[in-house]
């Protein structure tokens, strides 16, 4: 028995043979039926050592039934026949006990998905537990090389995808991820850097361990609070927390239908600075790509906002149908609350290398990442959220020292909107449900307080 | 399905391990959704597998399988032997896991109704009867219904002889009206928001909730939020509600007195403490009416089980006494460390997960006001907040900032105009030294954090507080 071998076949005739048995068994007009493998192994360590390494295998089948337009879903990791004849079964059930859906738009038939052999590295799927052991140990000796101590995580996974209907839609799609986030820490000061790559050989983990220990500088002996409104630059990972909140608050058609979308009443008015472009971008092989949603609709890049103005939010089919448009391709797995959801989110990048942008800061800090951001009021991007891992100050374009960290409350569309630089050097990261690239910016006044 | 966890554990004395431990999980979950009068999600979900722990001297390994064939879970567990053979260090002292647990029995959640017997349909009905409820309000834009139904079939084994095996219910349900009214918009939610309020038990607490007759007063409160006048920014005597309390009280001295938090096992994720590994019977957080307890044997908590996942029977131990720190949530590795019991904490959000300290159910003592108005009657000037709204509180746990749904400003001891946004900030430390008075038991209830976040792979976790509404002194409020 080889422990690092596949347990699940997630090979494209064995899951069409599941899926397609799954739909003899399901008793109703219409099935689609879903399928999810993760295999996940991922490698957590602190103050030097490695304290979890964890594997995880699953395949989730997901059947929805329609009869009459009413629908019903139902999930099962449970594969065998007895299983799929449950799952069939309790999704026609419930299809049974439904009110006829108005806004069902149907299922879609059958279509050529573009397929993307990129999205997946052998090197990442195979990689064994003394490989990860092995990178944890450069991230540590990196960091204790340069006087600190190292924390984070570094994980490899494969996933696959396939979608299958009775309108004979056949979708299947397989990628992978490595991830890698460090802490690190000298005395009270700690900084960050992380990385998200479907190819597990493209990143150097001693390099991201002095990326972050270039940010883990001992604070300043500066007056006591940073309260007042300073000019910053946010490194990407500020970046990405920020572009995350906007697509989970506004970018879904859900939140535009509810009228909390800051989409509502923009129109053509600015979001944010001219110099931004955001998208949706699923396609490219990096990002990791994914050629279809949950619902089987081909993916395409989707413009978010371009110069600054809001373009479009994403749709699934049914939230298409309401609103008199064509889904986007980001539905999620059905039923789920949130609607449609964009999971590659792209900043365009600018023309400045690193230091540009910190001349341009001139004086000001430097912003690492962000911590527990809540949402005050969606319509205004209005948060509130903490600095984390690196609060730097910046004079006359030279970091001279650290911070400790601040708060802040208030409409992150304002503070985008005082954007007056953009980094050419775009970082990819993980984040909910997806991925974010981006570089990082420099934003005129972000107001900050103890 | 003990034979299928025998498999592992054979398998884990033929290669020698220290330990190892096996978990059978099967959830079954079902979800009714309403908005706006219509069903927008129905669904039943299962979910089945099993997860692996092995510990070789001083590594640990874990590996999950979502295939109960024998090649697989035997697959599965050379996976996590691997794992753990990977880390290990020869000349490495071994991990102490303390006294071996050999617990048998079994436990179930006390169920009057059991919610998986009660046709759909009156689930159903009783959402619609809400949300025609809320929809006789004028000014309500959008509203919410929610019910989801839990039950989790727990089988634990390990190699020391444990055996225990468990069936866990859980349903919660809420209601959302959100107004649209002279272009502002304000969110009412019932009992709590966040979407659940969450117990275990049967569909009993469902029908205790009486969801239909709270349904007016969330709309009508929704749209009066739209035109009343924002919390001012001041600083003032602050009272909050039972639900506030539970969040004030899980994010700022709940997490903080987690045992893998204080070690810095969470220090790139989810954050560490401001709790040191020595505060234990020192750091003094300056009330003397702060008793805080760990309880997993609440009946209806959230947090409510017979053993938690290493096997560790459920149990009850105190965190603040007199504001002073007297406890640590921890796990057995963690209390071997500290040569004490564990606290019986270690969960895992489903098979496919390591078990990490999470609380069960965190609660504080209620005090001597027999209710809200005895709590508000001596208050000349203040504001009472009541259903948390936003919550945000840096990775040491210090520095907080809260919002609610709706406060009222406090006159003369009596409550005055409603007022809208309503927040407040802090530090922990110097916050609960400002506590001056706790509502009594009548103001004590239960309350739910339902999806709390913790780990990598990220797990989220149930947890209930009992809280009873309680009075701050020269809070910032209006932040």
Same mark, same amino acid.
């Given at each position: 028995?080889?422990?690092?071998?596949?347990?699940?076949?997630? &090979?494209?005739?064995?899951? !069409?043979?599941?899926?397609?048995?799954? $739909?003899?068994?399901? &008793?109703?007009?219409?099935?689609?039926?879903?399928?999810?493998?993760?295999?996940?192994?991922? /490698?957590?360590?602190?103050?030097?050592?490695?304290?979890?390494?964890?594997?995880?295998?699953?395949?989730?089948?997901?059947?929805?039934?329609?009869?009459?337009?009413? +629908? #019903?879903? /139902?999930?099962?990791?449970?594969?065998?026949?007895?299983?799929?004849?449950?799952?069939?079964?309790?999704?026609?059930?419930?299809?049974?006990?439904?009110?006829?859906?108005?806004?069902?738009?149907?299922?879609?038939?059958?279509?050529?998905?573009?397929?993307?052999?990129?999205?997946?590295?052998?090197?990442?799927?195979?990689?064994?537990?003394?490989?990860?052991?092995?990178?944890?140990?450069?991230?540590?000796?990196?960091?204790?090389?340069?006087?600190?101590?190292?924390? #984070?995580?570094?994980?490899?996974?494969?996933?696959?995808?396939?979608?299958?209907?009775?309108?004979?839609?056949?979708?299947?799609?397989?990628?992978?991820?490595?991830?890698?986030?460090?802490?690190?820490?000298?005395g009270e000061a700690t900084g960050y850097a992380a990385r998200l790559s479907p190819d597990v050989m493209t990143v150097d983990p001693a390099?991201?361990?002095?990326?972050?220990?270039?940010?883990?500088?001992?604070?300043?002996?500066?007056?006591?609070?940073?309260?007042?409104?300073?000019?910053?630059?946010?490194?990407?990972?500020?970046?990405?927390?920020?572009?995350?909140?906007?697509?989970?608050?506004?970018?879904?058609?859900?939140?535009?239908?509810?009228?909390?979308?800051?989409?509502?009443?923009?129109?053509?008015?600015?979001?944010?600075?001219?110099?931004?472009?955001?998208?949706?971008?699923?396609?490219?092989?990096?990002?990791?790509?994914?050629?279809?949603?949950?619902?089987?609709?081909?993916?395409?890049?989707?413009?978010?906002?371009?110069?600054?103005?809001?373009?479009?939010?994403?749709?699934?089919? !049914?939230? /298409?149908?309401?609103?008199?448009?064509?889904?986007?391709?980001?539905?999620?797995?059905?039923?789920?609350?949130?609607?449609?959801?964009?999971?590659?989110?792209?900043?365009?990048?600018?023309?400045?290398?690193?230091?540009?942008?910190?001349?341009?800061?001139?004086?000001? $800090?430097?912003?690492?990442?962000?911590?527990?951001?809540?949402?005050?009021?969606?319509?205004?991007?209005?948060?509130?959220? $903490?600095?984390?891992? #690196? +609060?730097?100050?910046?004079?006359?374009?030279?970091?001279?020292?650290?911070?400790?960290?601040?708060?802040?409350?208030?409409?992150?569309?304002?503070?985008?909107?005082? +954007?007056? #630089?953009?980094?050419?050097?775009?970082?990819?990261?993980?984040?909910?449900?997806?991925?974010?690239?981006?570089?990082?910016?420099?934003?005129?006044?972000?107001?900050?307080?103890? | 399905?003990?034979?299928?966890?025998?498999?592992?554990?054979?398998?884990?004395?033929?290669?020698?391990?220290?330990?190892?431990?096996?978990?059978?999980?099967?959830?079954?979950?079902?979800?009714?959704?309403?908005?706006?009068?219509?069903?927008?999600?129905?669904?039943?979900?299962?979910?089945?597998?099993?997860?692996?722990?092995?510990?070789?001297?001083?590594?640990?390994?874990?590996?999950?399988?979502?295939?109960?064939?024998?090649? @697989?879970?035997?697959?599965?567990?050379?996976?996590?032997?691997?794992?753990?053979?990977?880390?290990?260090?020869?000349?490495?002292?071994?991990?102490?896991?303390?006294?071996?647990?050999?617990?048998?029995?079994?436990?179930?959640?006390?169920?009057?109704?059991?919610?998986?017997?009660?046709?759909?349909?009156?689930?159903?009905?009783?959402?619609?009867?809400?949300?025609?409820?809320?929809?006789?309000?004028?000014?309500?834009?959008?509203?919410?219904?929610?019910?989801?139904?839990?039950?989790?079939?727990?089988?634990?084994?390990?190699?020391?002889?444990?055996?225990?095996?468990?069936?866990?219910?859980?349903?919660?349900?809420?209601?959302?009206?959100?107004?649209?009214?002279?272009?502002?918009?304000?969110?009412?939610?019932?009992?709590?928001?966040?979407?659940?309020?969450?117990?275990?038990?049967?569909?009993?607490?469902?029908?205790?909730?009486?969801?239909?007759?709270?349904?007016?007063?969330?709309?009508?409160?929704?749209?009066?939020?739209?035109?009343?006048?924002?919390?001012?920014?001041?600083?003032?005597?602050?009272?909050?509600?039972?639900?506030?309390?539970?969040?004030?009280? @899980?994010?700022?001295?709940g997490h903080a007195v987690e045992h893998d938090r204080v070690l810095g096992h969470e220090v790139s994720f989810a954050g560490g403490s401001?709790?040191?590994?020595?505060?234990?019977?020192?750091?003094?957080?300056?009330?003397?009416?702060?008793?805080?307890?760990?309880d997993a044997t609440t009946p209806g908590g959230l947090g409510t089980y017979g053993f938690d996942d290493e096997g560790v029977p459920a149990?009850?131990?105190?965190?603040?006494?007199?504001?002073?720190?007297?406890?640590?949530?921890?796990?057995?590795?963690?209390?071997?460390?500290?040569?004490?019991?564990?606290?019986?904490?270690?969960?895992?959000?489903?098979?496919?997960?390591?078990?990490?300290?999470?609380?069960?159910?965190?609660?504080?003592?209620?005090?001597?006001?027999?209710?809200?108005?005895?709590?508000?009657?001596?208050?000349?000037?203040?504001?009472?907040?009541?259903?948390?709204?936003?919550?945000?509180?840096?990775?040491?746990?210090?520095?907080? @900032?809260?919002?609610?749904?709706?406060?009222?400003?406090?006159?003369?001891?009596?409550?005055?105009?409603?007022?809208?946004?309503?927040?407040?900030?802090?530090?922990?430390?110097?916050?609960?030294?400002?506590?001056?008075?706790?509502?009594?038991?009548?103001?004590?209830?239960?309350?739910?954090?339902?999806?709390?976040?913790?780990?990598?792979?990220?797990?989220?976790?149930?947890?209930?507080?009992?809280?009873?509404?309680?009075?701050?002194?020269?809070?910032?409020?209006?932040?």
């Amino acid at each position: 028995m080889t422990p690092a071998a596949a347990i699940i076949s997630w &090979e494209e005739d064995a899951l !069409r043979g599941l899926a397609q048995e799954a $739909l003899a068994l399901c &008793e109703a007009d219409e099935a689609e039926v879903v399928l999810q493998g993760t295999d996940q192994h991922l /490698a957590r360590f602190s103050a030097g050592t490695l304290h979890q390494h964890t594997a995880e295998q699953t395949l989730e089948l997901r059947i929805r039934a329609i009869r009459n337009d009413r +629908v #019903g879903v /139902a999930t099962t990791t449970d594969l065998s026949r007895g299983g799929l004849e449950r799952v069939s079964h309790r999704a026609v059930a419930l299809a049974a006990r439904q009110a006829p859906d108005p806004h069902f738009p149907g299922l879609p038939g059958p279509c050529d998905f573009v397929r993307i052999p990129e999205a997946h590295h052998e090197a990442t799927a195979s990689r064994t537990p003394q490989e990860r052991e092995a990178t944890v140990r450069t991230l540590v000796q990196a960091a204790q090389t340069l006087g600190g101590t190292a924390s #984070g995580h570094h994980a490899t996974s494969r996933h696959v995808l396939a979608v299958a209907n009775t309108r004979c839609l056949w979708g299947w799609h397989a990628g992978t991820r490595a991830e890698w986030s460090v802490v690190a820490q000298q005395g009270e000061a700690t900084g960050y850097a992380a990385r998200l790559s479907p190819d597990v050989m493209t990143v150097d983990p001693a390099g991201l361990a002095k990326e972050a220990m270039a940010r883990a500088i001992p604070p300043l002996e500066l007056p006591a609070t940073l309260k007042g409104t300073h000019r910053v630059m946010l490194e990407p990972y500020a970046v990405a927390d920020w572009l995350t909140m906007l697509a989970y608050m506004g970018f879904g058609a859900t939140s535009v239908a509810q009228g909390t979308s800051f989409l509502c009443e923009a129109g053509e008015t600015s979001l944010t600075s001219p110099i931004l472009d955001l998208w949706d971008n699923p396609l490219d092989p990096l990002m990791p790509a994914r050629p279809f949603d949950a619902e089987g609709t081909p993916k395409q890049p989707l413009a978010l906002l371009k110069n600054g103005v809001g373009q479009n939010c994403v749709h699934d089919r !049914r939230s /298409a149908r309401q609103a008199g448009r064509s889904s986007t391709g980001h539905a999620l797995p059905p039923p789920n609350p949130y609607g449609a959801f964009p999971a590659h989110l792209d900043l365009g990048p600018g023309d400045r290398s690193r230091q540009e942008l910190l001349d341009l800061l001139g004086d000001g $800090l430097l912003i690492t990442r962000f911590h527990y951001i809540s949402v005050l009021d969606p319509r205004q991007a209005r948060l509130t959220g $903490l600095t984390r891992d #690196g +609060v730097l100050q910046v004079r006359q374009g030279k970091i001279v020292g650290a911070c400790r960290n601040a708060r802040y409350t208030g409409s992150i569309l304002e503070a985008l909107r005082g +954007v007056v #630089g953009v980094g050419k050097d775009a970082i990819l990261m993980p984040s909910i449900l997806g991925s974010v690239r981006c570089p990082a910016v420099v934003l005129e006044a972000l107001a900050l307080e103890p | 399905m003990r034979e299928v966890l025998d498999w592992c554990l054979d398998l884990c004395a033929a290669h020698g391990v220290t330990y190892g431990d096996a978990r059978f999980v099967r959830t079954f979950s079902e979800a009714v959704n309403v908005v706006n009068g219509d069903i927008t999600r129905l669904s039943s979900e299962e979910s089945v597998g099993l997860g692996v722990r092995v510990l070789v001297g001083s590594s640990w390994g874990f590996a999950a399988t979502s295939d109960l064939g024998r090649i @697989h879970v035997q697959a599965a567990t050379a996976r996590a032997i691997a794992i753990a053979r990977a880390g290990h260090r020869p000349g490495q002292p071994d991990l102490l896991l303390g006294r071996p647990v050999r617990t048998r029995g079994s436990w179930q959640t006390p169920v009057l109704v059991d919610p998986f017997t009660v046709p759909l349909e009156d689930k159903i009905a009783l959402l619609l009867g809400a949300d025609a409820a809320m929809a006789a309000v004028a000014g309500i834009r959008t509203r919410q219904a929610m019910m989801a139904l839990d039950r989790h079939h727990k089988i634990f084994a390990n190699t020391e002889g444990a055996l225990v095996e468990q069936n866990l219910t859980e349903v919660a349900a809420a209601l959302e009206a959100r107004a649209a009214v002279a272009g502002q918009s304000a969110a009412r939610s019932y009992p709590d928001a966040r979407g659940h309020h969450g117990f275990t038990g049967g569909y009993e607490y469902v029908l205790g909730l009486n969801l239909v007759s709270h349904a007016p007063l969330v709309a009508e409160e929704a749209v009066q939020l739209c035109t009343a006048p924002p919390c001012p920014t001041t600083r003032t005597t602050l009272v909050l509600d039972g639900s506030q309390m539970a969040i004030q009280l @899980h994010e700022s001295l709940g997490h903080a007195v987690e045992h893998d938090r204080v070690l810095g096992h969470e220090v790139s994720f989810a954050g560490g403490s401001f709790v040191r590994p020595d505060d234990l019977g020192r750091l003094d957080l300056g009330s003397p009416l702060l008793h805080v307890w760990s309880d997993a044997t609440t009946p209806g908590g959230l947090g409510t089980y017979g053993f938690d996942d290493e096997g560790v029977p459920a149990g009850r131990m105190p965190l603040f006494e007199e504001g002073r720190l007297t406890g640590l949530l921890s796990n057995r590795e963690t209390a071997a460390s500290r040569g004490v019991a564990p606290a019986g904490v270690a969960r895992a959000s489903s098979w496919q997960r390591i078990p990490l300290i999470r609380m069960a159910n965190v609660h504080l003592e209620p005090g001597h006001h027999p209710t809200l108005d005895a709590l508000i009657a001596d208050v000349d000037e203040g504001i009472y907040m009541a259903t948390n709204r936003s919550w945000s509180i840096d990775e040491r746990r210090e520095a907080f @900032h809260f919002g609610t749904e709706i406060a009222w400003e406090i006159r003369k001891g009596k409550l005055g105009r409603m007022l809208s946004v309503p927040s407040y900030k802090g530090r922990t430390q110097e916050f609960w030294a400002r506590l001056e008075a706790l509502g009594g038991p009548a103001t004590w209830g239960l309350w739910s954090v339902p999806h709390c976040g913790k780990g990598q792979p990220s797990q989220f976790a149930r947890v209930s507080h009992g809280t009873p509404a309680a009075r701050f002194g020269d809070v910032q409020v209006g932040v």
